[in-house]
């Protein structure tokens, strides 16, 4: 009969209707910004730099060495390397970034400066509502915008933040066993 | 089911006595039209309501694509390869970093192999299921069978996210692997999802398969005869459409396919309908995969460990990576010169060859039609201009 598929194909969007009203599978809205979803740990939006302890300027993991800067697939990463050394969390003296600017207009979110960083020291946040009325300073975003302590890491990305400092702290206990190391090393020559 | 026996000549209106003696009406669909799937636009010569001539215009999204990428790393072009089919990023990596992977010698390990499967359905699953909504939505159904869809869509993007951070930029796979070991809640995730999307699809036919406005609009519209589909070069759903058994995941086998058992499904008319049941079918079959792989996953290791990914000089020469992209072959063409950049970078995107054959579709055919042709071929603009 003409017009029985119609029939059927509307009984179909009256019991989705209809169950919208009592099951949650069928109504998949969520009434943002009163209601929010919970993002998943992996979310990534825009790169932050990461410090240790309390002081930015001490504790600011990067050392300027340029690779996310090269990597970056728009070029959206300016830095400027520091004339002066300062220690890093092991100790070693390293350059920090003089400047570090990202243009957030121009940043993709691919996350590929996270991946390429040897240092841990760019990760992603998870923060999405960045919109301004101030088009070029407040999208140009400098070092001090940028640098994210640890702790705030760890409330955004448990997991991965747990492992990161795991990293660092073997890390760190290899450099400090290093100066020892070539004692070792003669000794076993002497011994030859 | 197939509805009437209305040929596709009975519905064409002779024009008597033409008081413009025979000259045409030239209109321009697009670029902002809302049946044209972004800024695409048609130059389309009408007699009447017939259409006699049918140009598409191209490339107001055009983004210098390739020459981007011959000017980045290889890494670095894996984010751009995201947003040629915007709505695919999953598969156009694979296709990206296979045809590395062909260039630099690399091997991939098993788990990443069937990850990269379990992804790639899960994309065609999504990318056909919201086609079938936009292709509704071009005839008029507006709103209920493209929300539905989405519906859907969102359960596998919310995957996505989970998996890569992204939901439709997805960069997730890497030369050599994939970037995230995908973890056992994921995958019983996508477990969930597999087991409940027959549900859907049922409840999909039922609301449209039927439909009379659907078969009328579509049965013998847009017929894309076997041959010309051949020599145009045309590839996915629209050349099965048309009768010919070409399935790149069949022909190549590339990753693991050769392992899974699935079958693939043929049109015998070429039209709009046919295109459009190929779609629900294929989506039938991806579903079949996904539980075949799903169950066949293997421990271990997601990232060739020797792989390089940052400073990568592959050896000086070319490779042709192709992959079943949802649309169509998706290949990326490279040349090595031996430094860290490709020397020629080559996409072959699906939807703009697909694209290509729309004039032949159309012509005789009323304006009305030309809409429901155009969203049966299922192009994405990124990917048709780059």
């Known amino acids: ?192 | 089911m197939r509805w009437g026996t209305a040929s596709a000549d009975d519905r064409m209106v002779e024009i008597a006595g033409d008081p413009d003696g025979g000259e045409l009406l030239e209109i321009s669909m697009g670029p902002h039209h809302p049946s044209t799937h972004g800024v695409f636009r048609m130059n389309v010569q009408l007699e009447g309501e017939r259409v006699m001539r049918l140009k598409p215009v191209f490339g107001y999204l055009h983004r210098n694509h390739e020459q981007i990428a011959e000017k980045v790393s290889y890494l670095a072009s894996i984010p751009y390869t995201d947003r040629l089919d915007y709505l695919c990023s999953m598969t156009n990596n694979w296709a990206y970093a296979l045809s590395v992977e062909k260039l630099a010698g690399i091997a991939v390990p098993e788990r990443a192999e069937y990850v990269r499967v379990i992804v790639a359905e899960l994309t065609r699953l999504q990318n056909h299921a919201s086609l079938i909504g936009f292709l509704m939505q071009d005839m008029g159904a507006s709103g209920t069978p493209l929300m539905y869809a989405f519906r859907e869509r969102e359960k596998i993007l919310d995957l996505f996210e989970q998996l890569s951070g992204a939901r439709m930029m997805c960069n997730y796979m890497r030369f050599g692997g994939v970037r995230v070991d995908p973890s056992a809640d994921w995958l019983n995730g996508v477990r969930a999802l597999t087991g409940a999307f027959p549900r859907f699809l049922n409840e999909f036919e039922k609301l449209l398969m039927e439909n009379e406005i659907l078969i009328s609009r579509t049965q013998g519209v847009g017929v894309l005869s076997r041959e010309l589909a051949v020599n145009a070069g045309i590839t996915g759903p629209m050349l099965r459409a048309s009768g010919v058994n070409y399935d790149v995941r069949k022909v190549d086998g590339y990753g693991i396919y050769e392992r899974f058992q699935f079958r693939v499904p043929l049109g015998e008319h070429g039209d709009v309908y046919d295109r459009y049941m190929m779609r629900v079918l294929e989506m039938r079959e991806s579903v079949k995969i996904l539980e075949q792989a799903l169950a066949g996953i293997p421990g271990g290791p997601v990232m060739d460990p020797k792989a390089r990914l940052r400073g990568l000089r592959p050896k000086a020469g070319e490779a042709y990576g192709r992959i079943e992209s949802p649309k169509g072959e998706l290949g990326f063409f490279l040349i090595s010169d031996g430094t860290t950049n490709p020397y020629r970078y080559r996409v072959r995107p699906p939807s703009l060859i697909n694209l290509t054959v729309l004039e032949d579709m159309c012509l005789g055919r009323s304006v009305a039609d030309i809409v429901v042709t155009l969203g049966s071929v299922d192009i994405v603009l990124g990917e048709v201009d780059r």
């Open chain 1, 1 to 192: 009969m003409l017009g029985e598929g119609i029939v059927k194909g509307l009984g179909e969007t009256a019991r989705n209707f209809f169950g919208s009203f009592v099951g949650k599978e069928r109504l998949t809205t969520v009434q943002f910004p009163e209601e929010r979803l919970i993002q998943p740990e992996a979310t990534r939006v825009f790169p932050f730099l990461i410090y240790d302890t309390d002081d930015m300027e001490k504790g600011l993991r990067c050392v300027a060495c340029k690779i996310c800067e090269v990597e970056c697939p728009p070029k959206c990463i300016t830095i400027e390397k520091s004339t002066e050394k300062k220690p890093d969390y092991a100790g070693k003296p390293q350059f920090f970034p003089a400047k570090f600017d990202i243009d957030v207009s121009v940043c993709m979110s691919c996350q590929i400066c996270v991946e390429v960083c040897p240092f841990e020291a760019i990760k992603m946040d998870t923060a999405f509502e960045l919109s301004t009325d101030d088009r070029f300073g407040g999208l140009l975003w400098q070092k001090d915008r940028l640098a994210k302590p640890n702790a705030y890491y760890h409330t955004i990305h448990p997991t991965e933040a747990a492992a990161v400092d795991e990293e660092l702290a073997e890390k760190k206990a290899k450099a400090e066993a290093k100066p020892a190391a070539p004692a070792a090393n003669t000794g076993a020559a002497a011994v030859r």
